[in-house]
Nanobody
Framework: QVQLVESGGGLVQPGGSLRLSCAASGFTFSRYAMGWYRQAPGKERELVASITNTGNTYYPDAVKGRFTISRDNAKATVYLQMNSLKPEDTAVYYC???????WSQGTQVTVSS
């Protein structure tokens, strides 16, 4: 079965950086797009980055220039590098693939002084 397992969340100060990892198994990772999403309490889930199977990336304006998505097909892992973090980036972050609309368990990112 498809599994997506995250790591790398935690507490960071404003202006700091974190890197999230999502390890995939149970499918041919290199053939599928991957995405990172986040959800803060009382707010809708939102896409923060996506990458196609060929390496094309997308970022919404809220994170453009600060976040970078990448993938390592040999390791079946997708990453989210987050720089210049702001308090409004605080949320639970998830990785996702469109195959069976599969989601990771989520990891908390808190940006606070």
């Amino acid at each position: 079965q498809v599994q997506l397992v995250e790591s790398g969340g935690g507490l960071v100060q404003p202006g700091g950086s974190l890197r999230l990892s999502c390890a995939a198994s149970g499918f041919t990772f290199s053939r599928y797009a991957m995405g990172w999403y986040r959800q803060a309490p009382g707010k809708e889930r939102e896409l923060v980055a996506s990458i196609t199977n060929t390496g094309n990336t997308y970022y919404p304006d809220a994170v453009k220039g600060r976040f970078t998505i990448s993938r390592d097909n040999a390791k079946a892992t997708v990453y989210l590098q987050m720089n210049s973090l702001k308090p409004e980036d605080t949320a639970v972050y998830y990785c996702r693939t469109p195959l069976y609309d599969s989601w990771s368990q989520g990891t908390q990112v808190t940006v606070s002084s």
